[in-house]
């Protein structure tokens, strides 16, 4: 029953390290999203992938890559951490969900500080 | 341009009350219509949609939603709020444009339920 897991849910990064987050659904969905969430400012897009072997920048891509290893599993990857990429992350999905709606499925959220 | 405007940023209501949560967009394309909600330090739940069937939508908790073409409106009621709504609240639009599903935010609407 897990939709969209992702790991870590919390991290405190120092200004320069690097750090993948992850993501994997296992509703067997072709699209995947990351996406930021900073007070005032809603969700914006980071990366999207279409299926797999595409991903396309979003609204906000400078200073990240994405990474979509297969099917399941869509990473972010943060090179050089800086302060202005203290956010909270999500991770999402599209296509049915467990009753057979079709729409989005969130992971529960990474939070991450950049010291 | 497409947008969402969420028309305001915080309602505050007493429990047993009436809840509206006013939602205008703006787009070129016949859209797809969502409401997430958002509890504290939680990820996001589809609440409800709209994919162009019956114009007025029920959701979970006892939300329901009424796209209005004419007005480019698909504001959020529920009858009677109970404590456990208080949340943010988030109106996206789908564009769907081809392939590449482009989801535009509003930034969210802070609901209060006051004892």
């Known amino acids: 029953n897990a939709g969209v897991t992702q790991t870590p849910k919390f991290q405190v990064l120092k200004t320069g390290q690097s750090m993948t987050l992850q993501c994997a659904q296992d509703?067997?969905?072709?699209?995947m999203y990351w996406y930021r969430q900073d007070p005032g400012m809603g969700l914006r897009l980071i990366y999207y992938?279409?299926?797999?072997?595409?991903?396309d920048k979003g609204e906000v891509p400078n200073g990240y890559n994405v990474s979509r290893l297969n099917k399941r599993e869509f990473s972010l990857r943060l090179e050089s951490a800086a302060p202005s990429q203290t956010s909270v992350y999500f991770c999402?999905?599209?296509?049915?969900?467990?009753?057979?709606?079709?729409?989005?499925?969130f992971g529960s959220g990474t939070r991450l500080t950049v010291v | 341009a497409q947008s969402v405007t969420q028309l305001d940023s915080h309602v505050s209501v007493s429990e047993g009350t009436p809840v509206l949560l006013r939602c205008n967009y703006s787009?070129?394309?016949?859209?797809?219509l969502f409401w997430y909600v958002q509890h504290p330090n939680k990820g996001l739940q589809l609440l409800l949609k709209?994919?162009?069937?019956a114009t007025l939508v029920k959701g979970i908790n006892g939300f329901e939603a009424e796209f209005k073409k004419s007005e480019t409106s698909f504001h959020l009621t529920k009858p009677s709020a109970h404590m456990s709504d208080a949340a943010e609240y988030f109106c996206v639009v789908n564009l769907n444009a081809g392939n590449n599903r482009k989801l535009i935010w509003g930034l969210g609407t802070s609901l209060a339920v006051n004892p």
């Open positions: 509703m067997n969905h072709n699209s």
């Open positions: 787009s070129s394309y016949s859209p797809s």
């Open positions: 992938s279409a299926s797999e072997g595409t991903t």
């Open positions: 709209y994919t162009s069937a």
């Open positions: 999402a999905s599209w296509g049915a969900d467990r009753r057979g709606d079709y729409g989005y499925t």
